[in-house]
């Protein structure tokens, strides 16, 4: 009985290994996904993979899908090219709304540096339809979904960064 209770049980013991390497390979198998996923919406947006994922987690806040968030972040920095390159109505946009598309060694701006400034004239806008004009002249037809990321302004946005970093999900 003593050898069959142990055969038993190395027999239990290989299932529970098993087992537990096949999970360990699902999760190392998902974390590469994950991974993998977060690199290439980060180059399809043009902003680092870390903006990116705090910037998921803000949006995700304020109940804003990661599509829309890609869709608003594509069209901000096809908008800071078109400025870059001369575009006169889009470099107008910029302009009048006192956002800066150069930083201070005159390469253009990221999309994830200059969404703090967009938030901050969002916030300040007189009225819905203001708001929702800057939205849409900025991140397109969808704009006005990230609206509620943006509303509280550059600081807020911060304040939703910074906790993604502290939750360590950046």
């Keep these: 009985i003593a050898s069959a209770v142990s055969g038993a049980m190395h027999a239990v013991q290989a299932v529970l290994v098993a087992v537990a390497a096949g999970s360990l390979a699902m999760l190392i198998t998902k974390a590469l ?9 980060a180059a399809r947006v043009g902003i680092g993979t870390d903006a990116l994922q705090e910037l998921q987690y ?4 304020v109940g804003v899908s990661n599509e829309t968030l890609e869709t608003g972040l594509r ?9 870059a390159a001369g575009g006169k109505p889009t470099l107008d946009l910029f302009a009048d709304l006192g956002i800066s598309i ?7 701006r990221s999309a ?3 969404l ?8 300040a806008g007189e009225s819905p339809a203001e708001r929702t004009r800057l939205a849409m002249e900025a991140f397109g037809e969808r704009g006005t979904a990230l609206l509620p990321m943006l509303a509280g302004g ?5 304040a939703m960064r910074d906790e993604a970093q502290r939750l360590g999900l950046v």
């Design 154 to 158: 550059a600081e807020q946005l911060k």
């Design 116 to 123: 703090g400034d967009f938030a901050d004239k969002i916030k």
């Design 33 to 41: 996904e994950t991974g993998s996923a977060i690199v290439d919406m």
């Design 75 to 83: 069209k901000l920095n096809q908008r800071l090219g078109e400025a």
């Design 58 to 61: 803000a949006a995700k806040l």
């Design 102 to 108: 150069r930083d201070a060694s005159g390469q253009t």
């Design 112 to 114: 994830a540096d200059v």
